[in-house]
């Protein structure tokens, strides 16, 4: 098992450019999320995925838009990027019972927007 | 709403101590609690999960513990090691069917000293 995979690892956009990071997990979970970490303000939840199909704003979901494509995969989207995006994203995804309920985490993306 | 808060910041201890990890959360109907360890420029290792009818957990020589009464949980890891130098961060859940509603404390970065 893979676990949850995310790219890229590191990319830089120039402000005004657009991107899509790209999460996958193999566990067959239906929950999935995308986090953004910054130092000082921690982990803060952009958007999440209860199923395939369902997508719902977390804490800080302006300026980014997501896709549900199927029950493994769950992407981000900038559609024009901004210095306040500069951050280390972190997708994860979650089992649905009893101590399967752990949630697991991608290696990151860290993006740069200059 | 659910506020995670975890002391001290920063830990520095000699190879072999026992020591242990403090998280405070101010909703003590959680549902679950789960720690976290996060290896500098890396995603989040799940380390244990505790569910709220659960006091304890324990894998290896970590030992995480749930009060749901005085809103505390604690890491405590025995005879520490060098490899244990990470940050170790805890998430609390609010209910089952929250699935937005996990709240990640800010983190102990703790440097076990050879």
């Known amino acids: 098992n893979a676990g949850v995979t995310q790219t890229p690892k590191f990319q830089v956009l120039k402000t005004g450019q657009s991107m899509t990071l790209q999460c996958a997990q193999d566990m067959n979970h239906n929950s999935m999320y995308w986090y953004r970490q910054d130092p000082g303000m921690g982990l803060r939840l952009i958007y999440y995925s209860a199923s395939e199909g369902t997508t719902d704003k977390g804490e800080v979901p302006n300026g980014y838009n997501v896709s549900r494509l199927n029950k493994r995969e769950f992407s981000l989207r900038l559609e024009s990027a901004a210095p306040s995006q500069t951050s280390v994203y972190f997708c994860a995804s979650r089992g649905d019972r009893g101590s399967q309920e752990t949630q697991y985490f991608g290696p990151g993306t860290r993006l740069l927007v200059l | 709403k659910q506020e995670v808060t975890q002391i001290p910041a920063a830990l520095s201890v000699p190879e072999g101590e026992n020591l242990v990890l403090n998280c405070s959360f101010t909703?003590?109907?959680?549902?679950?609690l789960q720690w976290f360890r996060q290896d500098p420029g890396k995603g989040l290792t799940s380390l244990l999960l505790?569910?709220?009818?659960?006091r304890e957990q324990t894998s290896g020589r970590l030992n995480a513990s749930l009060d749901k009464s005085s809103g505390r949980s604690t890491l405590y890891i025995a005879a520490s090691q060098p490899g244990d130098s990470a940050t170790y961060l805890c998430?609390?859940?609010?209910?089952?069917?929250?699935?937005?509603?996990?709240?990640f404390g800010p983190g102990t970065s703790l440097s076990v000293i050879p």
């Open positions: 998430a609390g859940r609010s209910s089952k069917t929250s699935y937005d509603k996990v709240i």
């Open positions: 909703d003590s109907a959680i549902y679950n």
């Open positions: 505790i569910q709220s009818s659960q």
